[in-house]
Nanobody, 123 residues
Framework: QVQLVESGGGLVQAGGSLRLSCTAS????????MGWFRQAPGKEREFVAV???????AYADSVKGRFTISRDGAKNTVYLQMNSLKPEDTAVYYC?????????????????WGQGTQVTVSS
């Protein structure tokens, strides 16, 4: 059974940094895409970043230049380094994994989801 477990969320002041981690078990995802999504209260879940099987990455415009996604294949873990955080980054952040190499920005492309970790940025 595949499980994705996120960690690293918390409360931070605007301008600060956090690093989220997502460790997968039950399957190796090094040859597949993994991504991060987020959902703020009253809003739909939105794409944040994806890292594909070859290592290429893509980001939402709202986080480009501030967030960096990376992975450690040996640990079956994907990371999201978040810098220059803004209050509008406040959301529950979800890790997701897909059975494809591409992933993309649509949530329905992803087959497995973590339980989410709360990120709160105070002004």
């Amino acid at each position: 059974q595949v499980q994705l477990v996120e960690s690293g969320g918390g409360l931070v002041q605007a301008g600060g940094s956090l690093r989220l981690s997502c460790t997968a078990s039950g399957r190796t995802f090094s040859r597949y895409a993994m991504g991060w999504f987020r959902q703020a209260p009253g809003k739909e879940r939105e794409f944040v970043a994806v890292i594909r099987s070859g290592g290429s990455t893509a980001y939402a415009d709202s986080v480009k230049g501030r967030f960096t996604i990376s992975r450690d294949g040996a640990k079956n873990t994907v990371y999201l380094q978040m810098n220059s955080l803004k209050p509008e980054d406040t959301a529950v952040y979800y890790c997701a994994a897909t059975n494809t190499w591409y992933g993309g920005s649509a949530h329905y492309n992803y087959d497995y989801w973590g339980q989410g970790t709360q990120v709160t940025v105070s002004s």
